[in-house]
């Protein structure tokens, strides 16, 4: 929990500093003078580091996590690091072959001075106010201790093939633009349509949201629920086609050639997508954790139970609807497994639309077992 609490609130900010950027460019204040898009990067992505450690602390405190130092950490850490590793190996390649592209070592220093005392202390102040502002647990059911077996399912609703299949529409949806973003980038052409970029960053959220909202319910109606970790690598499986995109592009649309060229391009281009991946990834699991929240919210078995539970008239008040027929048909099931045959099950009953009733001939005593079964 710790490494996905700190990637969804890295994505948190990340989504944060692209709209800022974009917003920032379309104002018109990043032509300035070159290098000025990076700049605004480097201190956006510092100024905004609150939000990871607001995202990350709280949804940490929330599942019970008790290492809120680590998880701060690497919240703050992870990213950056990532970056810096790519970084270095890149700058090695330049300074060995005399590059003018080279970064100075100056440079590095300010930037890892404005991580340490810009970046690190807001991640560490947002996960502070985090874990006390919005850290308490907020389960809309109970939960089990004891997890229920997963069944077996068809190949097509594995959490693979799920994350495989996640990014292919919201790399459709960003797939024209990625020709205009690479041509700015290796090209050296000016991209002047930034509201264009706005309005597709936003179709990009919303198509990523959901997908990956689809794929949590297809792995719910499964019975699968590990939806977490499927969640975000259905939506982070974005940065797979981005990349495999970008290797058509160095093949039909460039002419780099030598282990220069290639290693430089493939470099800031893994950096790239790692960004869109971590971004899309917590995108697509706060969109599946709202509308997992929101289906469970909404079923009142525990709270049915609880209220009229009936011992003397042998009755159990359950919600109608396609959630009774399912639960009819297990009930049947784990009767005849605990007492050895079959007890009549009566017809349901939907005055009001709102309670379905079962009956249990002489099973009083059963009645509290049934209701532990059904709590989900």
């Not at 609490?5 to 920032?24: D, Y």
């Not at 590990?226 to 690598?233: A, G, I, L, R, V």
């Not at 939506?235 to 430089?264: C, D, N, P």
């Amino acid at each position: 929990m710790v490494l996905l609490s700190a990637l969804v609130g890295t994505g948190a900010q990340m989504t944060l500093l692209i709209l800022l950027v974009i917003l920032l460019a379309i104002v018109g204040m990043l032509y300035v003078g070159r290098g000025a898009i990076v700049t605004t990067f480097i201190v956006c992505y510092a100024l905004t580091s609150f939000v990871s450690g607001y995202v990350s602390g709280g949804m940490y405190s929330r599942n019970g996590g008790k290492s809120w130092i680590k998880s701060m950490i690497l919240t703050a850490s992870l990213f950056p690091f990532l970056c810096f590793g790519i970084g270095f190996f890149l700058n090695t390649i330049a300074i060995f072959y005399v590059s003018l592209t080279a970064i100075p070592f100056g440079t590095m220093v300010v930037v890892f001075v404005i991580w340490a005392f810009i970046s690190f202390p807001l991640a560490l102040l947002g996960t502070v106010v985090g874990r006390n502002w919005s850290g308490a647990p907020n389960n809309p059911c109970r939960v089990k201790t004891v997890p229920r077996p997963i069944p077996e399912k068809k190949w097509y609703l594995t959490p693979f093939v799920v994350s495989i299949m996640g990014g292919l529409l919201p790399f459709g949806s960003i797939f024209i633009e990625m020709y205009f973003v690479f041509t700015s980038f290796w090209n050296y052409k000016m991209y002047y349509v930034h509201g264009f970029m706005l309005l597709v960053f936003l179709i990009l959220i919303i198509v990523t949201v959901c997908v990956t909202i689809v794929g949590t319910y297809f792995l719910l109606n499964a019975e699968n629920y590990y939806w977490q970790w499927t969640s975000f690598f259905s939506a982070a499986s974005t940065a797979i086609y981005v990349y495999l995109y970008s290797i058509y592009y160095y093949h039909v649309k460039t002419k780099m050639s030598g282990f220069f060229q290639t290693s430089f391009y493939f470099g800031y281009t893994a950096m790239f997508c790692l960004g869109i991946g971590i971004l899309c990834g917590a995108v697509g699991h706060l969109g599946s954790n709202l509308f997992v929240r929101r289906i469970y919210r909404n079923i009142k078995c525990d709270k049915v139970f609880c209220s009229r539970l009936l011992d003397l008239s042998g009755f159990i008040a359950m919600p109608s609807g396609s959630l009774a027929s399912c639960i009819d048909e297990r009930l049947k099931k784990w009767v005849v497994h605990k007492v050895g045959q079959a007890v009549p099950v009566c017809k349901f009953f939907r005055n009001g639309g709102k309670l379905v009733k079962i009956l249990f001939p002489s099973f009083h005593g059963m009645l509290k077992k049934c209701r532990d079964y059904f709590v989900i």
